[in-house]
Nanobody, 123 residues
Framework: QVQLVESGGGLVQAGGSLRLSCAAS????????MAWFRQAPGKERKFVAA????????YYADSVKGRFTISRDNAKNTVYLQMNSLKPEDTAVYYC????????????????WGQGTQVTVSS
């Protein structure tokens, strides 16, 4: 089992920044590819960003490319999502997820999920 706990969400004005963190415990963190997803009210959960086990490669949804940065610190068992130039359409609950499989953007690929953290961007 892997336990994931997100933090860092909150209310921010458009154009502002937030940094989300996801702390992992349980099995060896570096064995898992990690990703961030988000879900707005009434919408399906969507891929935001992902990072490989070593942190050597990252992937982004087109909607966040150039504004968000995913990173990880395997020594601290933590994955981060730096979000800059936030827009009202970024408002959602953000979830981190862990996958023992090869990285991809489908929620079905991920084995473990955090409880989510709310991000609200006001206009």
């Amino acid at each position: 089992q892997v336990q994931l706990v997100e933090s860092g969400g909150g209310l921010v004005q458009a154009g502002g920044s937030l940094r989300l963190s996801c702390a992992a415990s349980g099995r060896t963190f570096s064995n898992y590819a990690m990703a961030w997803f988000r879900q707005a009210p009434g919408k399906e959960r969507k891929f935001v960003a992902a990072i490989t086990r070593s942190g050597g490669s990252t992937y982004y949804a087109d909607s966040v490319k150039g504004r968000f940065t995913i990173s990880r610190d395997n020594a601290k068992n933590t994955v981060y999502l730096q979000m800059n130039s936030l827009k009202p359409e970024d408002t959602a609950v953000y979830y981190c997820a862990a996958s023992i499989n090869l990285i991809n953007n489908s929620p079905r690929n991920y084995n473990y999920w955090g409880q989510g953290t709310q991000v609200t961007v006001s206009s």
